[in-house]
């Protein structure tokens, strides 16, 4: 058991790799406090971690606003005493989802992705820094994206948030490192929740977008091809890694998770190595 009677707060576990961390997180023996903006997805999860013998308590939480951090905070300390993991989960994708220019991006829509995707993160953590320097010590796991080492096309406010969150995985891990406290993050390419596009009322898909159609390896778009999709659970392991004291040395690092060597290419298109004769080269004639 890797996390056996650690108490851990996820945000954004109503769905997608959240739900998927919380269900994993209670398997290997965390005491999990399920956070989501929807107070029937973070109910349905918490019953679903019970039902399966772990525990947990589901809590409607919003991560743009400090006061519901803090309360998320208080439920995992006032239940179980302590928290030693917060996981920063939570994150919606572009407002459009890469459908609007450049400029004609609103100022409403770049705050609304700012508020979740950076300043959710931030108010997470200093919810979560009083309780573990008290304690000791703690964790603190973010879910950044690959889009924070390559940017995404179109993806203009999304990009620039999860930039943003890698900068303050470093530097926090300079501020909290004396207290024992260590952050990380995980920042996943492939196999993440089709639910992101979708409406909070929208049924949880529980897939990757991978998984919702045929899986076609000649037609991958990463340069590994395995003979299945990549999945939230792939996504999950990486993220139970950086929770659990296997990674107890590890702080200030931004991993890439589920990359399946996408993050190796260039823009260059070099001729593929056929027949193992050796690769050719571009032509400069």
């Known amino acids: 058991m890797r996390l056996q009677d650690k108490v851990v707060v996820i945000t954004g576990a109503g769905s997608g790799l959240g739900r998927e961390s919380a269900l994993l997180f209670a398997s290997e023996g965390a005491r999990v406090v399920v956070t989501d903006l929807s107070a029937s997805r973070a109910g349905d999860v918490a019953q679903q971690v019970r039902?399966?013998?772990?525990?947990?308590?589901?809590l409607k939480a919003d991560v743009t606003v400090e006061a519901e951090m803090q309360a998320?905070?208080?439920a995992a300390v006032d239940t179980w005493g302590r928290l030693d993991v917060m996981y920063a989960n939570a994150g919606i994708g572009e407002i459009g989802f890469g459908s609007v220019a450049f400029e004609d991006l609103t100022l409403e829509s770049w705050n609304a992705v700012q508020a979740v995707n950076l300043t959710g993160v931030f108010l997470a953590a200093k919810a979560a820094v009083p309780v573990m320097k008290a304690q000791g010590g703690g964790n603190i796991v973010v879910t950044s994206s690959a889009s924070s080492f390559a940017a995404y096309p179109h993806f203009i406010s999304y990009t620039a948030s999860k930039h943003g969150v890698n900068g303050l995985v470093k530097v926090l891990s300079l501020e909290l490192g004396r207290f024992?406290?260590?952050?990380?993050?995980?920042?996943?390419?492939?196999?993440?929740?089709?639910?992101?596009?979708?409406?909070?009322?929208?049924e949880v898909l529980g897939k990757s977008y991978e998984q919702m159609g045929e899986w076609d390896t000649s037609a991958a778009a990463m340069p590994l091809r395995l003979d299945r999709p990549p999945t939230l659970r792939d996504n999950a392991n990486v993220a139970l890694f950086l929770a659990s004291d296997d990674s107890a040395y590890m702080s200030g690092v931004c991993l890439p998770a589920t990359d399946g060597g996408t993050l190796a290419r260039v823009a260059i298109v070099f001729p593929e190595d056929v027949g193992g004769e050796g690769l050719g080269v571009p032509s400069i004639d």
Do not use: F, K, Y
Request: hydrophobic share 45%; glycine share 14%; with cysteine.
């Open 51 to 58: 039902d399966a013998g772990g525990e947990a308590v589901g």
């Open 72 to 74: 998320a905070v208080a």
């Open 180 to 202: 024992g406290i260590r952050i990380n993050a995980t920042c996943p390419a492939h196999g993440m929740s089709a639910n992101l596009p979708l409406p909070l009322d929208a």
